[in-house]
């Protein structure tokens, strides 16, 4: 099906947005091993500091929706594009560490708007949402990738604060785009698979999120808030830890490059690995039973976590080809848990079944951003990973659970694919 003018209009402006999201999410780890050494303080505060920004991500998901429905998507993406953007330049002017705190807390807040917009929007303005929901998901790809390799390679010349600055300046060239582009945001409103418009009311919110969590999506929520967990523990401290790994010691990168900044590359060659994972988990979604997928994957990367000491002992060829598996997996196991929500949650509660998914992804996972910066500081990277594993194997027990439920009735094939194509957007 080709797509309409609208829907191409509609499906730049959301993969642009989409990208940029993301594209400041995973510079954040990068910036971390920098802070640590420019304010000279310990990865226990860091990590607490890089969890303020990242927690209210998902945390604001809830009352972002509120936003939408009063205000429309579209205006919303604006806003959150031209947030991210200036909250990001101004870490240029921070003078310390809690400075930073500040911008990356602003920068949390405004980016949670995203996906409860932009999901909107194309669920509301695209008449084929199946084909945008997967170039939409690709777009999220690009930006975790690009995020990372892009302060990577600034930073080796420029100075951070610039950095910052350069990183912010596609952000506000998205928006101003997005200010001139024309498109229908209700274009798809009138068919019978759209999202219904309108907001809920105190009692009605509260009325429904009971309802949705008295059946089986309970489950669902805990495995979600699981794999945020592993998600944002790993991805967060990797970087750092790659860059103190014994492995990069002996090697002298060409142009006088760092060890970190080696280590830096690899991080991003596990994000792009995840690319490869996260399509092979979506096709997958069609062929086995989502919470058996979840099962599988969640102790995988048990054991990918359990691994990560002894393989750093091994030699940088070694290390390398672990972090593809890890980026493999620990994107491969995003399609599942989205399809869950699909299959274990009524369609006309399907919005603020993927408000609470990122509620539980971004905002209840970034917990472990913060722990895992004391178990670092106060322990030994084995502690570190082995907690890792303990939330892989209790995300792999809850999906166990979820497997012996029965799946609700009136969850029809159409549903299912249109879920797996939804699992393409992070």
Avoid at 84 to 93: H, R, V
Avoid at 105 to 131: F, K, M, N, Q
Avoid at 135 to 157: E, K, Q, S, W, Y
Avoid at 177 to 196: M, N, Q, W
Wanted: proline share 5%.
């Amino acid at each position: 099906m080709t797509l309409s003018d609208n829907d191409r209009a509609i499906a730049r402006f959301t993969m642009l947005a989409h990208g940029i999201v993301h594209w400041f999410e995973l510079a954040i780890p990068i910036f971390l091993v920098v802070w640590l050494d420019v304010f000279d303080v310990s990865v226990a505060l860091v990590g607490l500091i890089v969890a303020l920004g990242y927690a209210p991500f998902g945390l604001g998901a809830l009352p972002a929706g509120v936003l939408v429905d009063r205000y429309g998507p579209r205006r919303l993406v604006l806003v959150c594009l031209g947030g991210m953007s200036l909250a990001f330049a101004t870490l240029a002017l921070a003078p310390s560490i809690y400075a930073v705190a500040a911008s990356l807390l602003v920068w949390g807040i405004v980016a949670s708007v995203y996906h409860p917009a932009g999901l909107a929007l194309i669920s509301t303005g695209v008449e084929d949402r199946g084909t945008v929901f997967a170039r939409h998901g690709i777009a999220g790809n690009l930006g975790i990738a690009l995020g990372p390799f892009a302060t990577a390679t600034l930073l080796l010349v420029l100075e951070w604060r610039l950095v910052a600055v350069a990183l912010a300046v596609p952000g506000l060239l998205a928006a101003l785009y997005g200010l001139r582009l024309e498109f229908d945001p209700t274009a798809a409103t009138d068919s019978t698979d759209a999202g219904s418009a309108g907001s809920l009311s105190g009692s009605e919110f509260l009325e429904n999120s009971r309802s949705l969590f008295a059946g089986a999506f309970v489950l669902v929520f805990a495995v979600v808030t699981f794999v945020g967990l592993y998600y944002r523990g790993v991805l967060t401290y990797l970087p750092e830890l790659l860059g103190d790994l014994p492995a990069m010691s002996g090697i002298e990168p060409p142009g006088g490059l760092e060890e970190l900044e080696l280590g830096d590359y690899i991080y991003v060659g596990l994000l792009v690995a995840g690319m490869a994972g996260q399509y092979v988990g979506g096709k997958l979604t069609n062929r086995v039973p989502v919470a058996r997928g979840l099962v599988v994957v969640f102790v995988g990367l048990a054991v990918l976590a359990v691994a990560f000491v002894p393989v750093s002992g091994l030699g940088i060829a070694a290390v390398v080809a672990y972090c593809a598996v890890l980026g493999f997996a620990l994107f491969a196991i995003e399609p599942f848990y989205q399809e869950a929500v699909a299959v274990y949650t009524p369609p006309d509660s399907r919005g603020l079944s993927y408000g609470y998914t990122y509620l539980g992804m971004f905002g209840l996972g970034a917990i472990s951003i913060a722990v895992g910066g004391a178990v670092l500081e106060y322990a030994t990277m084995a502690a570190f990973f082995g907690a890792l594993a303990v939330v892989a194997l209790i995300g792999a027990g809850t999906a166990l659970a979820l497997l012996a439920r029965p799946i609700p009735s009136g969850i029809g094939t159409g549903e299912s694919t249109a879920a797996t194509e939804d699992a393409a957007d992070d």
